[in-house]
């Protein structure tokens, strides 16, 4: 009987292969042969490791898992890579050769099993494939070669329920040999991942314990440690990676309606919008998203110089699931968050061009305001109503989460998780520290509007928000961000809202009950009748 490669043979003889073929190529080879041949000379770029087992291994290299694995490898550790398709781990494994000079320990593996073998023990495989069925298509590769405490750690944007599932399954699979599942949020982008992300580790806490020491040299360092720290249990920390996309999808449309009042109101041009993103990244804005905004304005058309690129990209934004996601558990957890479901909104009326062009011929708006604008009013006041409706957004996803984690009996730290997303993920941003000093005094807060620092803040700010909705509803320019932002702000702070009505009425035709002012006992009344 033939005996199976170990890890090492699968490397080095793929290696020796290829310097055989590379060397002896004929002439006479199928297309599938010579396609084989360069792949082969590409992997000629191998390092070859020694016999020593790697610290980690890695499934899925494309986007975000290539760039996983290179920045495990910059950071010292030895690591194994796989994926579905080999070419993209001789791309790897090129990278790391070109990328590491020839000092990364990165070797790839054609076939899962050597990979599993290559791997010390307990095993620790990050996974890093396309979220839903490839992940359950990975574990089935992967279960029956793993041991006893070996850890599987799915890094993708994963629904929380399903990472939950994936556990119990793998649980009860072969219950003798106890194998880990964890879920690990990855934010940053490609750039985050090659140089350092956010990590959202939740799962068995030993298997955290495992790997922290990867993590957080892996993670992006800032001024008070490593962007990780140990989630939660179980899908804890799909479910923050997931809050994290729905905060940005409330950034990202916050900035989007403040350029749109800046150019259409303001009549800013390009360099002058360039400007004010560049001045605004010095102050309490400062962050990412507002440093890559005023980048954006400075990029020209490749077609046509004398363009810029932003003003040729089609106004339609698309979304890949997470702040849907975010808005479904909103509702689930019935914790109002209209800011992030505005922005969410606003890219499903986006993506409806043909119709809103259609609209736009026929649907009338307000006649046009004539008169100059201050541009420097409009500017300070719009900086100041993306301030307030940004710590009303924060506020909403924080709530989210804390909710959740009582409902689940994760034990959130909130402060901690706006500390890990200081730096390497898109909603990096100053701002970050001041929600964790707000947790810090006050673990328990139930709002972060009801911090001191937050609330003087808005209070100094609110009339320069009021001003700016107001401009932009007398414009007809949406604003279902900024403006949900101010509702919500105005809702929370307010005494007496109008439910009582909604009461009555919910009384009236389904006798639903009510609860008086004067009394918390349930009451009905026969509201068709005005007298008794
Ligand atoms: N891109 C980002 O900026 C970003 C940021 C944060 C988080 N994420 C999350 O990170 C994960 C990876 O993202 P990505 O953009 O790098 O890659 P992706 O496009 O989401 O997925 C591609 C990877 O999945 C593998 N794959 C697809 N179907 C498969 C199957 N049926 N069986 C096994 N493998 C399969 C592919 O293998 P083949 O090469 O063989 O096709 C490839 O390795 C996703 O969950 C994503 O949501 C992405």
Redesign the pocket.
Known sequence: MKRKRTAEEEAISFYQTSKKSSAGSTSSTTIEQQQQQKLQQQHSHIHIMSTTKSDIGLI??????QNLALNIAEKGFSISVY???YA?TVDTVKRAEQEGKGSFKLQGFEHIEPFVQSLSKPRKIIM????G??VD??IELLKNHLEDGDTIID????WFLETERRARDLASFDPSRNIHYMGMG??G??EGARHGPSLMPGGPIESYHAIEHILKKVAAQVDDGPCVTYIGPRGSGNYVKMIHNGIEYGDMQLIAEVYDLLKNVGGLSNEELQQVFTQWNQNELQSFLIEITSRIFAKRDEKDQSKFLVDQVLDKSGS?GTGKWTIQECAERSVPCPTIASALDARYMSSRRDERVAASKVLQGPSAVSGQVDKQALVNDLKNALYCAKICSYTQGMNVLREASNEFGWDLKLGEISRIWKGGCIIRAIFLDRIKAAYDKNKDLPSLLMDGEFAREIAERQESWRRIVTLAVSQGIPVPALSASLGYYDSYRRLRLPANLIQAQRDFFGAHTYQRVDDSNWFHSDWATPKL
Do not use: C, I
Request: proline residues 4%.
């Open positions: 899925g290299l494309a986007v975000m898992g994926n579905r398709t993209k890093l494939v396309q979220a069925k490839p298509a990975t890094g993708g944007n994963e990855v934010s982008g490609e890949k």
